[in-house]
T-cell receptor, first 113, second 112 residues
Framework: NTKITQSPRYLILGRANKSLECEQH?????MYWYKQSAEKPPELMFL???????RNETVPSRFIPECPDSSKLLLHISAVDPEDSAVYFC?????????????FGEGSRLIVV | GDSVIQMQGQVTLSENDFLFINCTYS??????LFWYVQYSGEGPQLLLQ?????NKGSSRGFEATYDKGTTSFHLQKTSVQEIDSAVYYC???????????FGKGTVLLVSP
């Protein structure tokens, strides 16, 4: 799916700060961050709609999302922890309501050493 | 609480075999049900979804029926191919804002 691009694709970190980036070229209004830990299903972290933060699913405060415009989504991570090792998927949908199909990016794999 | 149960962690088949992946859900709401497929190194892709009870969804030869009576949404395909090898997730959304609750996933391995 080249219509949702994420960078970097792979990231190996010690206890440092880093930002993940996502851009969608689908004209969607809603954007999401999902976290997928090893051998587990994805779990919702944040939802933005029209650049407004709508949902924060009790994510640790070291994760700070940012939506500079409706096509871009950032995830700032400070002082990463080993439990943060996971694949972080950006997703988008036309609207935030039920029935709006979610499209996922290819993910950013974070490895914390 | 809301949950989606996939009992089969892995299914191993040969090409042209019949596929059946079990999925049941638990919620007090009126969910939309989904099957997502995730190929290695990629994000999940929607395979099919059904919003209304007793309706069937189908895509690429896969089908699933939203059975409210048995709270099930099993995935079937008559004849699998090697390219179908992937992880299949059953999921539901009754949040109204695309908070998908996924099952644990079923790894499908199809040998030629």
């Amino acid at each position: 799916n080249t219509k949702i691009t994420q960078s970097p694709r792979y990231l190996i970190l010690g206890r440092a700060n880093k930002s993940l980036e996502c851009e969608q070229h689908l004209g969607h209004n809603a954007m999401y961050w999902y976290k997928q830990s090893a051998e587990k299903p994805p779990e919702l972290m944040f939802l933005y709609n029209l650049k407004q933060l709508i949902r924060n699913e009790t994510v640790p405060s070291r994760f700070i999302p940012e939506c500079p415009d409706s096509s871009k989504l950032l995830l700032h991570i400070s002082a990463v922890d080993p439990e943060d090792s996971a694949v972080y998927f950006c997703a988008s949908s036309l609207g935030q309501g039920a029935g709006n199909t979610l499209y996922f990016g290819e993910g950013s794999r974070l490895i914390v050493v | 609480g809301d949950s989606v149960i996939q009992m089969q962690g892995q299914v191993t088949l040969s090409e042209n075999d019949f596929l059946f992946i079990n999925c049941t859900y638990s919620t007090t709401g009126y969910p939309t049900l989904f099957w997502y497929v995730q190929y290695s190194g990629e994000g999940p892709q929607l395979l099919l979804q059904v919003t209304t009870a007793n309706n069937k969804g189908s895509s690429r030869g896969f089908e699933a029926t939203y059975d409210k009576g048995t709270t099930s949404f099993h995935l079937q395909k008559t004849s699998v191919q090697e390219i179908d090898s992937a992880v299949y997730y059953c999921a539901m959304d009754d949040s109204g804002y695309n908070k998908l609750t996924f099952g644990k996933g079923t790894v499908l391995l199809v040998s030629p």
